[in-house]
């Protein structure tokens, strides 16, 4: 008997101790932090959001989650993001202190993401499994709940306040855009012929640029298809590029694609392809860096913030000057110029050429990236490989940016002075922003 009850007694304690160790394992934060973010990209992806508005969401959520980990004692290597400067004054209520921060700041992050995309309502489901998943972890007590969610919410309305004076709800009642009728100017492009997106984007409040005038472009080489002139020697490199590419080529040009308005015809029905924005790129490198890195849950939602204002900022720039010079794309003059059939690489995104959104953002995020995690931080990208490209590795953020700026020569839909000019208005910006939250001037060595 005594020996039945000793073997009882055994296994009960086996059982107790097998489930105290595996509760008592850390949890790897910035992983965490980055699979729940990415339910966010998923529903951006499902209802097809644009670039811009794609780094507003990003802007927004992460920022929501920024404020609920500050606002509970989270600590930082780099000074506050919510200055009055970026964003105003956001006053949380005092006194609330909670068993796990985390969790409000993730739960506030898909409560952004939920109140800012037309089909948010998707992320409930989401937010419930992360419930379970803090229950389950021992993250806090199913009693605690409800004054998280509560806080949570605190956080989120807060932030979603701000969001509803930055201009965007506006935008409908603005004048519509018309396609100007000459001979340099953008028109839609096959196969969908989409209508010019998001043309008065330039109206949406920025966090850090004071005044957008200052981070203009230069100018861009004027239209002229005389034999030997800028644009036209540009013109020739783009169709003769495409017309040569070598399979690295056409993988880079894919790898950077991220065109959500992709479509496929099946007879006459137009089938979207779901892929990623520059800016959804741009953030899963932010998450595969952090990760790699160890950071913190704080310090994730830190960079993950930044990069998002970065982002927002810097495609609000570039959307001024799109909608500003009108540029043509290679696809529309090559057509009437040299070869009605021939087609890029890649579809031509619905908005003018110059200059190079892609190439704009990607170098402003790559230089706060750089400011945050150092010149020669290397890392693997397997942000495309849910969307079935493989992985890439790079040496540095600004490598990387330098390929996803000259994809666009490769893929046939820009021209190279709206390429190199993008990256240069892209590192302005980027440099202005890591100078104005750190105080710290930022020197960028070039790849």
């Known amino acids: 008997m005594k020996s039945k009850f000793k073997t009882t007694y055994l296994l009960l304690l086996g ?43 990003y802007a927004y959520s992460n920022l929501a989650a920024y404020l609920a980990i500050k606002n509970q004692g989270g600590v930082f290597k780099n000074p506050d993001l919510d200055s009055p400067i970026s964003i105003g004054e956001i006053r949380v209520t005092p006194g609330t202190v909670l068993a796990s921060p985390e969790f409000a700041a993730i739960y506030a992050l898909m409560k952004v993401g939920e109140n800012v995309m037309p089909s948010g309502y998707l992320l409930k489901e989401n937010q419930s499994e992360w419930a379970d998943f803090a229950i389950k972890n021992k993250l806090l007590k199913k009693k605690d709940l409800p004054s998280h969610i509560a806080y949570a919410e605190e956080i989120a309305s807060l932030v979603l306040a701000k969001a509803k004076v930055d201009g965007y709800l506006q935008l409908p009642a603005l004048t519509g855009y018309t396609p100007k009728e000459g001979p340099g100017n953008w028109y839609p492009t096959p196969p969908a012929y989409i209508s010019a997106i998001e043309p008065e984007w330039q109206t949406i409040r920025t966090f850090y640029i004071d005044n957008l005038d200052q981070y203009e472009a ?60 520059p800016g959804g790129h741009w953030m899963g490198i932010t998450g595969i860096s952090a990760e790699k890195a160890g950071l913190s849950f704080a310090e994730t939602a830190y960079i993950h913030a930044l990069v998002g204002m970065t982002l927002h900022d810097a495609f609000i720039s570039c959307w001024k000057t799109k909608y500003k010079t009108d540029r043509i794309r290679p696809e529309t003059i090559i057509n009437r110029e040299i070869d009605q059939r021939w087609r890029p690489l890649l579809q031509t995104p619905p908005f003018p ?51 996803a700026a000259i994809s666009r020569l490769y893929g046939g839909i820009h021209f190279r002075d709206a390429i190199e000019e993008g990256v240069k208005q892209g590192e302005k910006i980027g440099k202005m922003v890591w100078e104005k939250v750190t105080n710290e001037e930022l020197t960028i060595t070039k790849q």
Not at 365 to 371: H, K, M, N, W
Request: hydrophobic fraction near 40%; aromatic fraction near 12%; proline fraction near 5%.
């Open 15 to 57: 059982v107790f101790l097998s489930t105290s160790l595996q509760a008592a394992q850390p949890i790897n934060w910035a992983k965490t932090y980055k699979e729940q973010l990415f339910h966010i990209t998923e529903v951006m992806v499902t209802d097809v959001a644009s670039p811009p508005v794609a780094a507003r969401i």
């Open 218 to 277: 230069n100018p861009m080489a004027p239209f002229d298809l005389t034999e030997g002139s800028s644009f036209q020697t540009q013109m020739m490199e783009v169709f003769k590029t495409v017309n040569e590419l070598d399979s690295e080529q056409q993988l880079i040009a894919n790898f950077w694609d991220c065109n959500p308005f992709m479509v496929k015809f099946a007879g006459h029905m137009a089938i979207g392809v779901k892929k990623i924005s």
């Open 353 to 403: 050429e110059y200059t190079s959104g892609h190439s704009v953002i990607s170098r402003a995020s790559a230089v706060v990236l750089t400011g945050y995690f150092g010149d020669n931080f290397s890392f693997l990208d397997n942000s495309e490989t849910y969307f079935g490209l493989p992985e890439r590795q790079f040496s540095s953020f600004l490598q990387a940016s330098e390929e």
